[in-house]
């Protein structure tokens, strides 16, 4: 699957992976709006606030003012994205929006339909 992954997508398994090891967090995650721009996230995991990374890419996307989603990455130790995350992907992209997953050595392992 990585061999015919776009150049875009990977790009955002690229940057989340960055994120996640930057921050040693759990989860790195990204995702690119309607005009391109990319919004790159890790875990939060506060006293007081907790979301995931993809919740937090998401939510960064639309204090930018991002109208929508083309794609989503999430990277993690995860077997899947769960339904919160795909479910806070929905929310701004639509249910076809694709979320990737993958591994922390970036290997894509699936590709699911936010909705």
């Known amino acids: 699957m990585t061999e015919t992954l776009d150049p875009e997508d990977r790009k955002l398994i690229t940057l989340a992976r960055a994120a996640r090891a930057r921050n040693a967090v759990p989860e790195g995650a990204a995702v690119r709006d309607e005009t391109g721009r990319t919004y790159v996230a890790g875990t939060v995991a506060l006293d007081s606030l907790r979301l995931s990374a ?18 989503a990455a999430l990277v993690s130790e995860a077997a899947a994205a769960q339904a919160e995350d795909r479910a806070a992907v929905r929310d701004l992209g639509g249910p076809d929006t694709p979320v990737l997953l993958a591994g922390p050595d970036g290997t894509v392992r699936g590709t699911v339909a936010a909705g």
């Open 54 to 71: 993809l919740q937090t890419a998401v939510a960064m996307a639309v204090a930018s003012g991002a109208k929508s989603l083309e794609a």
